[in-house]
């Protein structure tokens, strides 16, 4: 099966612990992208990566690492500089000027 | 500001009404715009695309509408089904390649 992957699909972290969140995808899409989505709301982008090796902040990016090592992956990191981190995380993949796919979510509980 | 935002928070219909969603952009160099449909605790799920050298796209039981004039999106849904319920967005790509920018979405509830 072709699309995208996200895990865990809960995650739950203690005050000052960093947590990284999976994304994976096998559709050999060129970019890839990390929202925030708050009860409610729409989507927020935190990051952006439209090739290996390079990636860009987006609107709410402090408190959030990622990298881009392989064309497949592209893990979010929640650091503890994120204040306010509870919220469901969405990982994307584009062909550039395509259509974008989302993956099923992960939804990350600060204890 | 959000550059891309849905006129109503929620339309309620009744099952095998036809449903029309409503989106205003403010960005006149936008070239590409999609809707999806998100139900609850799950990913969006991609509908149908537009882009800006077309007026109508039609999928199945969904048409697009694009009014470049006054910056306006619409999705129609024939004969609505209680499976369609669910919050839908529009969203909208300003440069190629650039990320899309999402409104706040509007919920859409189907009755029987």
């Known amino acids: 099966d072709g699309g995208i992957t996200q895990s865990p699909k809960y995650l739950f972290r203690k005050e000052g612990q960093n947590v990284t969140l999976s994304c994976e995808q096998n559709l050999n899409h060129d970019a890839m992208y990390w929202y925030r989505q708050d009860p409610g709301q729409g989507l927020r982008l935190i990051y952006y990566s439209q090739i290996v090796n390079d990636f860009q902040k987006g609107d709410i990016a402090e408190g959030y690492s990622v990298s881009r090592e392989k064309k497949e992956s592209f893990p979010l990191t929640v650091t503890s500089a994120q204040k306010n981190p509870t919220a469901f995380y969405l990982c994307?993949?584009?062909?550039?000027?395509?259509?974008?796919?989302f993956g099923p979510g992960t939804r990350l509980t600060v204890l | 500001g959000e550059s891309v935002g849905l006129h109503l928070p929620t339309l309620s219909v009744q099952e095998g009404d036809n449903s029309i969603i409503n989106c205003a952009y403010s960005n006149s160099a936008s070239d590409y715009f999609i809707w999806y449909k998100q139900e609850s605790g799950k990913g969006p799920q991609f509908i149908i695309d537009i882009r800006s050298n077309m007026d109508k796209r039609q999928g199945q039981r969904v048409t697009v509408l694009l009014n470049k004039t006054v910056k306006h999106l619409s999705l129609q849904i024939a004969a609505t089904q209680p499976g369609d319920s669910a919050v839908y967005f529009c969203?909208?790509?300003?440069?190629?390649?650039?990320?899309?920018?999402f409104g706040k979405g509007t919920t859409l509830s189907v009755s029987s």
């Open positions: 994307a993949s584009r062909i550039l000027r395509g259509e974008q796919f």
């Open positions: 969203a909208e790509s300003i440069q190629a390649g650039t990320a899309l920018i």
